[in-house]
């Protein structure tokens, strides 16, 4: 697997503008929320380090990953935000929904992405197993909420 050849959040800092005038939804999945919990945290940390104010960090959560599209997409409706991340988790041993979920969100994201004017960053860990998942949650391979909070923070003031 490609991302087990790095640490997801080996990045630099100063490689990335200024954040403060940002505002950032992020949409979260209660399935699997033990390790979500942690990219989430993950995520809002590099937020406020990188300059989001508290009050411009909107979190809301859906069931699962599956409901990640239409939270997403309610979220750039309801709020005023600038780029909207998803955090999920789904694990291939889990569940014979793995391929299904994932190339739902994959299709959702790029359908937003293509139809909205700000961008959706795909925080969706797919993995085999919990361990996996935690390795990438904070664990061995870094954190992917913070390489996700990244990505928004770049992509939001792109152009
Ligand atoms: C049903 C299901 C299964 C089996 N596995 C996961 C998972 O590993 N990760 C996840 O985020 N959600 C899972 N779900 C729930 C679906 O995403 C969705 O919430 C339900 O199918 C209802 O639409």
């Given at each position: 697997m490609a991302t087990s050849l790095k640490n997801l959040s080996d990045y630099d800092p100063q490689s990335v503008p200024n954040a403060s005038e940002l505002s950032i939804g992020i949409v979260v999945a209660e399935w699997n929320m033990d390790v979500n919990t942690l990219l989430l945290q993950g995520a809002i940390e590099a937020l406020k380090k990188h300059g989001v104010k508290d009050n411009n960090i909107i979190v809301n959560y859906v069931?699962?990953?599956?409901e990640l599209t239409y939270g997403a997409r309610v979220m750039s409706e309801n709020y005023d935000v600038d780029a909207v991340i998803v955090i999920g988790t789904v694990i291939q041993g889990e569940t014979p929904h793995f391929t299904y979920i994932c190339q739902s969100v994959s299709y959702g994201m790029t359908e937003l992405n293509l139809s909205c004017d700000i961008p959706f960053i795909f925080g969706l860990l797919t993995v085999n197993t919990k361990e996996q998942a935690m390795d990438r949650a904070g664990g061995k391979y870094g954190n992917k909420g913070v390489e996700a909070a990244i990505t928004a923070i770049k992509m939001a003031l792109y152009n």
């Open positions: 069931p699962g990953s599956f």
